[in-house]
């Protein structure tokens, strides 16, 4: 257990919908990360967050979008779902986000079917 | 731009033979290497991680790992696998500055046979 925590560990939905992933990142990490892992695309890189501020931006679509509360969790919006966004969707969290020196710990997942 | 490539998308090996895993990236500017592991249906596990010094990095569940700067290589050995050890193994590479976003390989899949 990573201590990383990830709800909804599964969630179906339909092609046009919006849902929200949530993630609860280690006690006393300030740092949170999003990746999405599917067949085509493999695990890539989609926002960082630090202390609640946005740090950088990866693969992530116009319609999708992320925020980190004050008390450091933080969910990951999709919406206008498509086929295509069906993928397991993992958090990862990490103490800083300095130079390279801490580690990343990873959640379960969510897995996202778009039927 | 900052890649990580992992040639070979699967492995068989027998039970108790040594396996590689290879992990090449390419960067001008030091990285941070990492190998992550996910069992079935599972999230990703940390194996061992290399940040400076030693260039023999050990790590969990007897798996080792070399940092090769010259060849830009960090590939994953273990002298004896088990059954257990199936899995998809990901190689990764960060950055460090302002962001530590991971950058991961496609993976390897470690089949062990009995």
Known sequence: DSGVTQTPKHLITATGQRVT?????RSGDLSVYWYQQ???QGLQFLIHYYNGEERAKGNILERFSAQQFPDLHSELNLSSLELGDSALYFCASSVVAGPGTDTQYFGPGTRLTVL | ???????????PVFEEAPVELRCNYSSS?????????QYPNQGLQLLLKYLSGSTLVKGINGFEAEFNKSQTS???RKPSVHISDTAEYFCAAARGGATNKLIFGTGTLLAVQP
């Open chain 1, 21 to 25: 992933l949530r993630c609860s990142p």
């Open chain 1, 38 to 40: 599917s067949l085509d």
């Open chain 2, 1 to 11: 731009a900052q890649s990580v490539t992992q040639l070979d998308s699967q492995v």
């Open chain 2, 29 to 37: 500017v030091s990285v941070y290497l990492f190998w992550y592991v």
């Open chain 2, 74 to 76: 960090f590939h994953l």
